[in-house]
């Protein structure tokens, strides 16, 4: 045990001395929560429209008002013409253009109907439906201001209550996510990377001869990591709660102990990297292209996991990400206890336990 | 010239002779590009519905019916009572739930209006938003439907009633695929350009190599051009194999023309390769030059607008993204490829990363200094 702690410190003596990287690991988590965290938002608004008035009377300003008032539209210009319109969508001005016909008012009130066309640049297809759906019900709210008197009859209201975010904010589902990320890539290429810097420097043999088991060595370099990551997680939860907004519900103490744990998987994915990387940019490549993707992607804070293929599905059950996404909201947004996350724990307990006994199964104790 | 001919020779040779760098350089982004775009599909559907009908009128039979045949809703469970349908959500079982309170049938027939109640799990903002409104909209539709029903219909519908059609230009099939590759393939080609430039010099520097290279009579401009060159070649190669993926895959044929993707890519790739040369010549280490080549590539593929919109950025943001050469790219690409914009429509996206080309490079010859510390 003495001499375990003596290694743990060598490593804390490496993390210390090279203060330039200790501020990156330290910094770098905390920049990019502040950064994800409230720019990376699915919410739509701000859109840029352009007009295509051909009526030109009141309702149609009345209408164009109402949608640039909202926060949804972001009105730039009105175009002339059609091509205009194309010609405005090409250099990617705009994300929808509202056409209305001639005689729009007139046609309105004599003939009781009339037509907009809602013009959206389906190629980001989601931003696309959003802003008809909007558009549309702004206008159809014109129309039933038009029809105000009217008391009709068998009226059904819709009374819709919207849970844990009422003001459906996007840093509610985005800030766990982000926390995911951040904690597994910080973790993985820590440990990875100091790891194969001793193979790659040919230090590791020095190591590997000394009294203290092989595989106990590895564990030894990690330990001081994992203190850093607990400094991370620290930082990243007041963050949350005091810059971003958002608040923690349940228990802290059951979050940081979750956190921990997820802290010690992705620690453990680095050791296996480590095992199978022989040089630095071999593992930091591992890292970086292996984990960063399928993090953003598998964890389901990006896109939904339920649209996704059913072999995709399967994979994202073995992102580890997955499953303390799934955990961290449960917490910290829904307020749920520990009866809500205990198969999520035990995923993430055994996935620790596999990656470890792999890495000790193959820890290779001569160097080539 | 003759000199910077055996650099590249030098740098070639160092490249291929890596079988594991090759491997990883060409195969993990194509099985990136084959596997995310499927994975990547943001559209809302399959709204999970959860059930507590307490009426168990024919009427609430009807409208759950409606709701289901909508295609957005999947009735995934009918719960007793409104705590247990709570549940439900709390285990994500379910994204919202309707509740038909008791006598709703009766009250609607008595008093002439009655409430249906709807809670909806909004962690996900947008997909709370939407489904929200999809099932309003559904309620709304019945209503009428009851009324046209119930009350004997006026000859002609004395409201005014405006008429809305939408159309998706561009990509009419909605299909999320067509936007998101030509992304994807932006953020693989940068990811692979920038870090391996990153690594390069710093490598140099830790192997002692680079000892010899300041000591030979080599020109500072020669020896940056000399590392950027193979990379920069290397980057086309897979930029063109994932475009062949693209049109042989997903089939998606640009609707400009190829020409202005290369014109664009071949700019864009020497300032994202200036970028990393530059951080290389900062670091002192690999670890050092790969954790900060890694966190300033993760913010500019986070902040790029692949993921998310840009405009929906806070205003600071929004600026930070002006700085950002991948956000420039992604836009030239998915114009390009979706809205056949020619190279008169991205002439300010042209010269901006011509700025971010000049300025990357030239910081980078400048600060490589052959007095090694």
Same mark, same amino acid.
């Given at each position: 045990?003495?001499?375990?702690?003596?290694?743990?410190?060598?490593?804390?003596?490496?993390?210390?001395?090279?203060?330039? %990287?200790?501020?990156?690991?330290?910094?770098?988590?905390?920049?990019?929560?502040?950064?994800?965290?409230?720019?990376?938002?699915?919410?739509?608004?701000?859109?840029?429209?352009?007009?295509?008035?051909?009526?030109?009377?009141?309702?149609?300003?009345?209408?164009?008002?109402?949608?640039?008032?909202?926060?949804?539209?972001?009105?730039?210009?009105?175009?002339?013409?059609?091509?205009?319109?194309?010609?405005?969508?090409?250099?990617?001005?705009?994300?929808?253009?509202?056409?209305?016909?001639? /005689?729009?008012?007139?046609?309105?009130?004599?003939?009781?109907?009339?037509?907009?066309?809602?013009?959206?640049?389906?190629?980001?297809?989601? %931003?696309?439906?959003?802003?008809?759906?909007?558009?549309?019900?702004?206008?159809?709210?014109?129309?039933?201001?038009?029809?105000?008197?009217?008391?009709?009859?068998?009226?059904?209201?819709?009374?819709?209550?919207?849970?844990?975010?009422?003001?459906?904010?996007?840093?509610?589902?985005?800030?766990?996510?982000?926390?995911?990320?951040?904690?597994?890539?910080?973790?993985?290429?820590?440990?990875?990377?100091?790891?194969?810097?001793?193979?790659?420097?040919?230090?590791?043999?020095?190591?590997?001869?000394?009294?203290?088991?092989?595989?106990?060595?590895?564990?030894?370099?990690?330990?001081?990591?994992?203190?850093?990551?607990?400094?991370?997680?620290?930082?990243?939860?007041?963050?949350?709660?005091?810059?971003?907004?958002?608040?923690?519900?349940?228990?802290?103490?059951?979050?940081?102990?979750?956190?921990?744990?997820?802290?010690?998987?992705?620690?453990?994915?680095?050791?296996?990297?480590?095992?199978?990387?022989?040089?630095?940019?071999?593992?930091?490549?591992?890292?970086?292209?292996?984990?960063?993707?399928?993090?953003?992607?598998?964890?389901?804070?990006?896109?939904?996991?339920?649209?996704?293929?059913?072999?995709?599905?399967?994979?994202?059950?073995?992102?580890?990400?997955?499953?303390?996404?799934?955990?961290?909201? /449960?917490?910290?947004?829904?307020?749920?206890?520990?009866?809500?996350?205990?198969?999520?724990?035990?995923?993430?307990?055994?996935?620790?336990?596999?990656?470890?006994?792999?890495?000790?199964?193959?820890?290779?104790?001569?160097?080539? | 010239?003759?000199?910077?001919?055996?650099?590249?020779?030098?740098?070639?040779?160092?490249?291929?002779?890596?079988?594991?760098?090759?491997? #990883?350089?060409?195969?993990?982004?194509?099985?990136?590009?084959?596997?995310?775009?499927?994975?990547?599909?943001?559209?809302?559907?399959?709204?999970?519905?959860?059930?507590?009908?307490? *009426?168990?009128?024919?009427?609430?039979?009807?409208?759950?019916?409606?709701?289901?045949?909508?295609?957005?809703?999947?009735?995934?469970?009918?719960?007793?009572?409104?705590?247990?349908?709570?549940?439900?959500?709390?285990?994500?079982?379910?994204?919202?739930?309707?509740?038909?309170?008791?006598?709703?049938?009766?009250?609607?027939?008595?008093?002439?209006?009655?409430?249906?109640?709807?809670?909806? *799990?909004?962690?996900?903002?947008?997909?709370?938003?939407?489904?929200?409104?999809?099932?309003?909209?559904?309620?709304?539709?019945?209503?009428?439907?009851?009324?046209?029903?119930?009350?004997?219909?006026?000859?002609?519908?004395?409201?005014?009633? #405006?008429?809305?059609?939408?159309? *998706?230009?561009?990509?009419?099939?909605?299909?999320?695929?067509?936007?998101?590759?030509?992304? #994807?393939?932006?953020?693989?080609?940068?990811?692979?350009?920038?870090?391996?430039?990153?690594?390069?010099?710093?490598?140099?520097?830790?192997?002692?190599?680079?000892?010899?290279?300041?000591?030979?009579?080599?020109?500072?401009?020669?020896?940056?051009?000399?590392?950027?060159?193979?990379?920069?070649?290397?980057?086309?190669?897979?930029?063109?194999?994932?475009?062949?993926?693209?049109?042989?895959?997903?089939?998606?044929?640009?609707?400009?023309?190829?020409?202005?993707?290369?014109?664009?890519?071949?700019?864009?790739?020497?300032?994202?390769?200036?970028?990393?040369?530059?951080?290389?010549?900062?670091?002192?280490?690999?670890?050092?030059?790969?954790?900060?080549?890694?966190?300033?590539?993760?913010?500019?593929?986070?902040?790029?607008?692949?993921?998310?919109?840009?405009?929906?950025?806070?205003?600071?943001?929004?600026?930070?993204?002006?700085?950002?050469?991948?956000?420039?790219?992604?836009?030239?690409?998915?114009?390009?490829?979706?809205?056949?914009?020619?190279?008169? *429509?991205?002439?300010?996206?042209?010269?901006?990363?011509?700025?971010?080309? +000049?300025?990357?490079?030239?910081? +980078?010859?400048?600060?490589?200094?052959?007095?090694?510390?």
């Amino acid at each position: 045990m003495k001499q375990f702690l003596i290694f743990v410190k060598i490593e804390w003596f490496h993390i210390w001395r090279d203060r330039r %990287t200790l501020f990156i690991l330290i910094c770098m988590p905390i920049v990019q929560i502040i950064l994800y965290g409230f720019a990376l938002t699915n919410e739509v608004k701000n859109s840029n429209v352009a007009i295509f008035d051909q009526s030109r009377d009141v309702s149609t300003m009345q209408i164009s008002n109402e949608i640039a008032a909202s926060r949804y539209f972001n009105l730039v210009k009105n175009v002339y013409s059609y091509n205009d319109i194309a010609a405005t969508f090409r250099k990617g001005k705009i994300r929808m253009a509202i056409v209305f016909p001639q /005689n729009f008012r007139y046609d309105l009130l004599h003939s009781n109907h009339a037509q907009i066309q809602l013009i959206a640049d389906a190629s980001d297809p989601n %931003t696309a439906n959003t802003l008809t759906s909007y558009a549309s019900v702004i206008i159809n709210d014109y129309q039933q201001s038009l029809n105000q008197n009217d008391d009709l009859p068998y009226t059904i209201n819709t009374q819709v209550r919207m849970l844990y975010n009422p003001e459906l904010k996007g840093a509610y589902g985005f800030v766990p996510g982000v926390m995911a990320l951040v904690l597994m890539l910080v973790c993985t290429m820590m440990t990875s990377i100091s790891i194969v810097k001793e193979k790659e420097m040919g230090t590791m043999e020095v190591l590997l001869v000394s009294p203290l088991k092989p595989f106990s060595i590895v564990i030894a370099k990690t330990v001081p990591y994992l203190f850093v990551s607990l400094l991370n997680i620290i930082c990243i939860l007041l963050l949350s709660v005091y810059v971003l907004d958002v608040p923690i519900v349940g228990s802290i103490l059951l979050l940081m102990l979750e956190s921990t744990l997820f802290t010690v998987t992705s620690l453990s994915v680095g050791i296996l990297i480590s095992n199978f990387a022989e040089t630095q940019q071999t593992a930091m490549f591992a890292a970086m292209m292996g984990l960063f993707l399928p993090t953003l992607l598998f964890s389901g804070f990006l896109f939904p996991l339920e649209n996704m293929p059913v072999p995709l599905q399967v994979i994202a059950n073995i992102v580890p990400s997955k499953w303390y996404y799934i955990i961290v909201k /449960n917490i910290m947004i829904k307020g749920l206890g520990f009866e809500s996350v205990w198969r999520e724990t035990i995923i993430l307990a055994g996935m620790t336990s596999a990656l470890l006994g792999v890495s000790i199964y193959k820890f290779k104790i001569r160097l080539a | 010239m003759r000199m910077l001919k055996f650099l590249l020779q030098k740098e070639l040779l160092q490249i291929f002779r890596d079988a594991g760098i090759i491997r #990883i350089l060409f195969i993990m982004p194509m099985v990136q590009l084959l596997i995310l775009p499927l994975a990547a599909d943001y559209e809302i559907k399959n709204i999970n519905l959860g059930v507590v009908d307490q *009426d168990h009128s024919e009427y609430s039979r009807k409208l759950v019916n409606k709701i289901v045949s909508s295609g957005y809703f999947k009735l995934k469970e009918y719960s007793p009572s409104f705590n247990q349908g709570l549940k439900a959500i709390e285990s994500d079982k379910t994204d919202l739930i309707l509740e038909i309170p008791t006598h709703f049938d009766r009250d609607l027939v008595n008093e002439n209006k009655a409430t249906l109640f709807v809670a909806v *799990d909004a962690i996900n903002g947008v997909k709370a938003g939407l489904g929200g409104a999809y099932i309003q909209q559904i309620i709304q539709d019945d209503n009428q439907d009851v009324r046209d029903e119930w009350i004997q219909a006026p000859r002609y519908n004395p409201q005014p009633n #405006i008429d809305i059609v939408s159309s *998706d230009w561009y990509n009419p099939n909605m299909n999320y695929k067509v936007f998101m590759v030509p992304g #994807i393939l932006v953020m693989l080609v940068t990811m692979i350009g920038s870090s391996f430039a990153a690594n390069n010099i710093v490598r140099e520097k830790e192997m002692g190599t680079i000892e010899q290279i300041n000591v030979s009579p080599i020109q500072k401009y020669q020896f940056i051009l000399g590392k950027l060159i193979p990379f920069w070649l290397l980057a086309i190669a897979i930029l063109t194999v994932g475009l062949i993926i693209a049109r042989l895959v997903y089939g998606i044929v640009p609707m400009g023309s190829y020409f202005t993707i290369y014109v664009f890519a071949g700019i864009y790739l020497i300032a994202i390769l200036g970028l990393g040369l530059l951080l290389s010549t900062y670091a002192q280490t690999q670890q050092q030059s790969m954790l900060v080549s890694f966190f300033i590539i993760m913010i500019f593929n986070l902040m790029s607008g692949l993921y998310t919109p840009i405009e929906s950025m806070p205003v600071w943001a929004q600026w930070i993204t002006i700085f950002n050469p991948v956000a420039y790219f992604i836009e030239v690409m998915r114009m390009v490829m979706l809205k056949g914009s020619g190279l008169s *429509d991205i002439w300010p996206q042209i010269v901006a990363i011509m700025g971010f080309a +000049a300025f990357f490079n030239g910081w +980078a010859i400048l600060n490589y200094s052959k007095r090694s510390v």
